[in-house]
């Protein structure tokens, strides 16, 4: 049978088809499953409490435009960080879980995949650009709502608030998939 980390647990799972098979306890399984459905959460609650708390209440309490915008920045490189972490660990435990890599071309997990690559185009592709606008403006609240660096900044913030609208929508497609997967019947991820 091999080794087992919970001798006198009841045992779950099974591996690819046509191998040997990899069980593990059924405390295990929910850990591990855990672990997904928390990643996912913390992720999905950070991008609403930026999105729809903090850069709305910072544009409305703090003093300035460019006050908010550093703070919203602040926040959104932080849930950025975070984001990718709860998105790898979503996809190991996923496939510590499993134990196939066909875990990891599931729908669910390929909304994870979206949200990671969506996630890193924004922090590494359109934030630099915006900051580097932002600094050669000075002041996006002085500056002449015609310059073509406050278009250009303008352009990529459009950019930057769809990218965060398609990891939220990733994310909450991945959850009702994930759900799904734990609901259906003989379902081995």
């Known amino acids: 049978m091999g080794w087992r980390a919970f001798p006198d647990c009841p045992l779950e799972g099974d591996a690819v088809a046509g191998t040997a098979t990899v069980l593990y306890s059924a405390p295990m399984m929910n850990f591990l499953r855990t672990l997904e459905f928390l990643g996912l959460s913390m992720w999905l609650g950070s991008d609403v409490f930026l999105s729809f708390v903090v850069a709305p209440g910072a544009f409305r309490i703090l003093a300035s435009r460019d006050q908010a915008g550093a703070m919203v920045g ?6 950025h960080m975070i984001g990718v972490v709860c998105g790898i660990v979503i996809l190991l435990a996923r ?7 066909a875990s990891l071309a599931t729908p669910a997990a390929l909304c994870v995949v979206l949200m990671i690559l969506l996630t890193v185009v924004s922090q590494h592709a359109v934030s630099p650009k915006m900051a580097a606008l932002r600094v050669q403006m000075g002041s996006i609240q002085a500056t002449a709502s015609d310059n073509p660096l406050l278009v250009e900044f303008s352009k990529l913030h459009r950019i930057s608030v769809s990218l965060e609208s398609g ?3 990733a994310g909450l ?8 997967e734990l609901v259906s019947v003989g379902s081995k991820f």
């Open 173 to 180: 497609a991945g959850m009702y998939l994930m759900v799904k």
């Open 74 to 79: 602040f926040g959104l490189w932080w849930m």
């Open 167 to 169: 990891v939220l929508l």
């Open 95 to 101: 496939l510590a879980r499993t134990r196939t890599f």
